[in-house]
């Protein structure tokens, strides 16, 4: 298997197309070091959490298919719920790779969090994850241990909360205008 040598590395997902190295969220900056330094993966394209609170708590609707395949034009579901397979943890941190070279490979490195969780950055890896780390900070509230510069890049300063968190209250945010006191 191609990536075995991984540090930290729990599983390997191959799905739509993608591989996915999902490993210890506490050896993330060695598995990562490894991958730019041994397997050539010189470039961090994005880093995107994503909060799966309430995962797989309630079913949803699901297609029901038949031999000649689906109706898509018949509205709703066919009754049919189906439950989401539940995730190992509330977040999963998800670091986009390319080997820019002769041979270019793409894969996701996947890390998985609970609330209040941290992880250490890898701004030190790859200096690219700077903003990216900042602004999953921001939205989600993701804490990057050692990052040199973890403040709010996207919200006001005195914004309270991660806005992009399943649990953020949303409506009855007051909206502030220029000038207001």
Not at 18 to 42: K, M, Q, S, Y
Not at 118 to 140: L, N, Q
């Amino acid at each position: 298997m191609a990536y075995e040598a991984t540090p930290g590395l729990v599983e390997t997902v191959e799905a739509h197309g993608e591989l996915t190295l999902v490993v210890d969220p506490a050896r993330i900056v060695e598995a990562c070091t490894h991958l730019r330094d041994v397997e050539g993966f010189n470039f961090l394209s994005d880093l995107s959490p994503t909060d799966y609170l309430g995962w797989a708590e309630k079913g949803v609707a699901g297609y029901y298919g038949t031999r000649p395949g689906r109706d898509m034009h018949r509205p709703g579901s066919q009754g049919m719920a189906r439950v989401p397979d539940p995730k190992p943890k509330r977040f999963a941190v998800n670091y986009h790779l390319l080997r820019l070279a002769d041979d270019p490979v793409r894969i996701r490195v996947q890390a998985w969090l609970d609330d209040r969780e941290e992880i250490d950055s890898v701004v030190g890896v790859w200096p690219t994850a700077d903003w990216f780390e900042r602004e999953a900070w921001d939205m989600f509230g993701i804490v990057f241990r050692g990052h040199p510069n973890l403040r709010r890049i996207l919200m006001e300063d005195d914004w309270e909360g991660h806005p992009l968190r399943k649990d953020y209250p949303i409506g009855g945010e007051p909206v502030r205008f220029s000038g207001e006191e």
